[in-house]
């Protein structure tokens, strides 16, 4: 997991992890799958200004987007699952064989993902991207919100070879320390978070081709409900 070089500097080190086995889905969720959700009373519809600006992300084989992290948590545990944690997703995203993007090394094109676009496209519509497990869109249509809190210095942790973040207490600190050493740019483009935010990977349709590297670590606020943010559910081998 994670990069000795290139990225950001909360992509650093490279170390190794050790996982449970676990399911992933193949697919992002779609706004049909998210319906049967909403249509059963367990979740609620996505965000109305989603809605009403992007009318054309609204295809039901389209990801669904413009839902907060308790909102795909509670569609998660509705269908048996739960959210990925961020280090099953990468290995989900690039194996053992230090891939630089999920489908390779390839550079990114419209073949394979959905990227420098104004709209995510149906799920499942670019086989040419599948990770080395057969997962589609691992990269770019629309970033997914994991189980975990963004740590910035989770690899440096005595858990990072479980893949595990630090308690929230221990973000805040790793947080307030970065403003201190005025070291904006750690954590990536994105502002160093001012609470426990939620990790989110994978790049989306508005992302540029670098940014969908496996190793790319993004952080929102899990009440963010906006249209490149989707998810995909996970699941414990019994």
Not at 68 to 80: K, N
Not at 81 to 100: G, Q, Y
Not at 133 to 142: I, K, R, S, T
Not at 205 to 211: E, I
Request: charged share 30%.
């Amino acid at each position: 997991m994670g990069a000795n070089e290139g990225g950001e500097e909360d992509e650093h080190p490279a170390h190794t992890v050790t996982l449970a086995p676990f399911f992933l889905d193949r697919t992002e969720v779609s706004n049909a799958q998210w319906g049967e959700c909403v249509a059963a009373k367990a979740c609620r519809a996505k965000s109305d200004s989603v809605r009403s600006q992007h009318p054309d992300f609204d295809g039901p084989s389209q990801p669904v987007s413009g839902i907060s992290w308790d909102d795909a948590r509670g569609y998660c545990e509705w269908r048996g699952k739960r959210l990925p944690r961020e280090a099953e997703f990468e290995k989900a995203a690039r194996d053992t064989d230090d891939r630089h993007f999920a489908w390779g090394n390839e550079p990114p094109t419209h073949e394979r993902t959905v990227f420098s676009s104004a709209r995510p496209e149906d799920v499942g519509t670019h086989p040419a991207g599948r990770g080395p497990y057969g997962h589609d869109d691992l990269a770019g249509n629309v970033w997914e919100w994991m189980q975990d809190e963004y740590d910035p210095y989770a690899y440096r942790r005595p858990t990072a070879g479980e893949g595990k973040p630090g308690s929230c207490a221990e973000i805040t600190a790793a947080q307030d320390e970065l403003r201190r050493n005025h070291q904006q740019g750690f954590t990536g483009t994105n502002p160093i978070p001012e609470e426990c935010e939620h990790s989110i990977r994978g790049g989306a349709y508005n992302y540029d081709a670098h940014g969908l590297r496996v190793t790319n670590r993004v952080h929102h606020p899990g009440r963010y409900r906006i249209p490149m943010l989707g998810l995909r559910c996970a699941k414990d081998v019994q």
